[in-house]
């Protein structure tokens, strides 16, 4: 048992070396701590023999939900898919990492490019009138004695296009969302959480750098 522990050490420091390299913002002793943990949420093959592809869309989504306190079933498809860079499904090894580096410390302009993606859930290149109405009615708690709640989240769209459409084409561009966050940064998260409040963000990095490092 300690032979193969020793195996599985060596090729976890393995992987960290060749991730490091390729990665913003974690070190390389992070990063082995990320790949550990990534190892953790990937548990056992269903099938014994068959090592599982990676992270699918279950799994991902409740360590959103769970550590990140995460709620929106639509924003959270929008964070599976923007980590999925290579839309087969599941979240590699790589795309977990390079997915948290954004996530937890990312730049703003890497941050403005996350949420845009995120965002845009049909992958067309802009976040539509008909995005918009859904991620702001997923968002938005109506009151129960609203007679029409619809018709106050299509006012509020219209009233976000004006603000952030700068084109005037009845939908936002990367160009008019990165000109608007760009302005007013608290638009970044404008139709949605779709990153760790500073809160989650601390713990989960206390439990994945720290305590895993003390084992």
Request: proline share 2%.
């Amino acid at each position: 048992m300690s032979e193969m522990t020793a195996l599985t050490r060596k090729l976890i420091q393995t992987q960290a070396d060749t991730i490091s390299k390729q990665v913003e913002h974690f070190n390389k002793t992070e990063v082995k701590c990320l790949i550990r943990h990534y190892k953790q949420l990937l548990g056992q093959p269903a099938v014994p023999g068959r090592a599982a592809h990676g992270l699918d869309r279950g799994t991902f989504r409740c360590m959103l939900h769970n550590i990140f306190r995460m709620t929106d079933d639509m924003i959270m498809d929008g964070v599976f898919k923007t980590f999925d860079k290579d839309n087969d499904g599941y979240v590699s090894m790589k795309e977990w990492v390079e997915g948290l580096s954004v996530f937890l410390r990312g730049t703003l302009d890497e941050k403005i490019k996350y949420c845009f993606h995120v965002y845009d859930f049909n992958g067309d290149s802009y976040i539509s009138r008909e995005e918009m109405f859904r991620m702001l009615k997923n968002s938005l708690i109506t009151q129960p004695t609203e007679e029409e709640p619809d018709e106050g989240i299509k006012d509020l769209v219209e009233i976000t296009l004006k603000m952030m459409d700068r084109d005037h084409d009845g939908r936002l561009s990367f160009a008019d969302f990165e000109k608007a966050v760009r302005e007013e940064n608290l638009l970044l998260e404008a139709f949605g959480n779709c990153l760790p409040d500073a809160t989650s963000i601390e713990t989960f990095e206390q439990h994945v750098f720290q305590e895993q490092l003390e084992q």
